[in-house]
């Protein structure tokens, strides 16, 4: 793993404890929980300090630590001295002889909250942002309108697809793949016109690595193309193609390709598959030939999170300044995992679907992405407020109903049953879930009613419609409902446990 991803990794491990500790002494937990969180988050901190310098610690104790970032950095002599006093105390470099010299106070855990605060103001993103995080580099690419319609039995109207065009430029996708020229007239037509909406989204077509389609693709307003070159050795001779033809085909196709369009993108499509000595040259080939942007295709989605690491992590070390792009597929439910893993080990765009909405098992999903974007790293550029409705509205137009379990826009992803669930949401919506359903435009919560419920659930529920009920009342028709919902084999909404209760009383 680089420096610069190792970097990452460890001041995201120590901001997450640094808050976990924060929030621990904000709450009136145990000095020694306070101690022992902020110890975790102290150490990664200064571990991340040695890998944006490009030092690897030869171990992970404190004393070793701060001898080697007070050769990379200024420490104020209070500080180093002390972290070595905690240190020397409580033990605090070996985790399974933790507090073996006495149990911190509240002063000792305050110490050293202040000393995560310390070495994390010499890391903060605004000094460091090029390293820490990517934030102003994601770029979103939906493919709905070309690789979602792509679906066997997906056929989008003219005016369902200039509708999803709008949708998505709202919500602030940054480039739309509005079809494929070579697929006939009309689809270029309906190009045209999306390309005439002047969306903030840029326009870009697909093509195969043809001289003919890119020249169909020329004066249909697109901003940019992306040609897919298969690169496996599968996929060559499955298309009657060699590894020669795709090193006589790419420079010719590019430059063609150059003459129309100001932003082009080449795909190593089945990168999975490919050779890495094919792979390698392609990338080469790409940056030889000054194209914008590569995109590496897991074409069958056989990619783990690993893998993609290393195939990214590798092209990004090589090439630093390449713009790389990732499309992944979900054929054994991989894709949002490795399109989120790819743009952490360095890419740049990811290629998305709503709903995941693609060939086979479907692409990585435009609403998943996002999310976890939003909420494992704060990537907030992207307006979510009516991300319910567009996946619902995709769900429409292609005939492909989302599935109840389907994160985030599932019919059951905010929903509970079961009695500390329930509890635990109807205290904090977030207790249970991870984010709050109207973020995206959708009811907050849901709580069910069956055989998993318990007393607290049905409580609330009567209180917030007015109804008064002894612990009698609530016992039986709680008996009921378990009776009913497993008669039913469902769980039963509020206003059928309502009319439960009505009935019975």
């Not at 006939?184 to 077509?205: H, K, P, Q, W």
């Not at 030889?288 to 590569?294: A, L, M, S, T």
């Not at 992405?369 to 790293?377: E, K, P, S, T």
Request: net charge negative; hydrophobic share 40%.
């Amino acid at each position: 793993m680089s420096y610069e991803l190792a970097f990452e990794e460890s001041y995201r491990d120590a901001k997450a404890y640094h808050r976990r500790a924060l929030r621990f002494s904000e709450t009136g937990r145990s000095s020694e929980l306070v101690f022992n969180v902020a110890s975790i988050a102290l150490e990664r901190y200064l571990v991340a300090l040695c890998h944006l310098h490009g030092v690897e610690p030869e171990n992970h104790n404190f004393v070793s630590l701060m001898n080697a970032v007070e050769k990379l950095v200024d420490v104020p002599h209070e500080i180093s001295r002390d972290v070595r006093r905690l240190d020397l105390i409580f033990g605090i470099c070996a985790p399974d002889e933790k507090y073996h010299h006495g149990k911190p106070a509240d002063a000792d855990a305050e110490k050293i909250l202040r000393l995560c605060g310390h070495f994390g103001l010499l890391l903060t993103p605004e000094d460091k942002s090029e390293t820490v995080n990517q934030k102003s580099k994601i770029h979103i690419i939906d493919s709905t309108l070309r690789d979602g319609e792509q679906a066997p039995g997906v056929s989008f109207t003219a005016d369902e697809k200039i509708n999803l065009a709008r949708m998505l430029d709202e919500i602030g996708v940054d480039e739309l793949e509005a079809g494929i020229p070579a697929m006939g007239e009309e689809e270029c037509r309906l190009i045209r016109r999306i390309s005439e909406m002047r969306l903030n989204a840029r326009i870009s077509v697909w093509c195969r690595a043809v001289k003919r389609d890119v020249e169909l693709a020329a004066d249909l307003g697109a901003e940019g193309v992306h040609i897919a070159f298969p690169v496996s050795d599968i996929q060559l001779s499955a298309l009657g193609k060699s590894r020669e033809w795709l090193a006589d085909t790419f420079s010719q196709t590019v430059e063609t390709a150059r003459r129309y369009f100001p932003y082009i993108s080449v795909g190593a499509q089945d990168a999975g598959r490919a050779d890495a000595d094919v792979l390698r040259k392609f990338v080469d080939m790409t940056v030889r030939n000054k194209v914008f942007r590569i995109r590496i295709a897991d074409t069958v989605g056989i990619l783990t999170p690993m893998q993609t690491m290393d195939i990214i992590g590798n092209i990004r070390k090589q090439y630093p300044d390449l713009q790389i792009d990732f499309h992944a597929h979900n054929d054994f439910g991989m894709a949002t995992a490795n399109a989120v893993t790819a743009w952490h080990s360095g890419a740049n765009a990811l290629s998305v679907t709503v709903n995941g909405l693609g060939e086979r098992a479907g692409n990585a999903a435009l609403e998943e992405v996002l999310m976890i974007l939003r909420q494992a790293y704060g990537v907030d550029k992207y307006s979510i407020g009516n991300l319910y409705a567009v996946c619902n509205y995709v769900a429409d137009i292609s005939g492909r109903p989302l599935h109840g379990m389907k994160p985030v826009c599932g019919r059951w992803s905010c929903c509970h049953e079961s009695g500390i669930h329930a509890r635990g949401t109807i205290a904090d919506i977030t207790a249970f879930q991870p984010f709050d359903g109207t973020v995206i435009g959708r009811e907050s919560h849901e709580i069910r009613f069956g055989k998993h419920s318990g007393k607290m659930a049905l409580i609330d529920l009567l209180h917030r419609n007015g109804i008064e009920a002894g612990d009698g009342d609530v016992d039986a028709i709680l008996r009921r409902i378990k009776d009913v919902a497993q008669s039913k084999k469902q769980s039963l909404a509020a206003e059928e446990t309502l009319d439960l209760f009505t009935f019975a009383f």
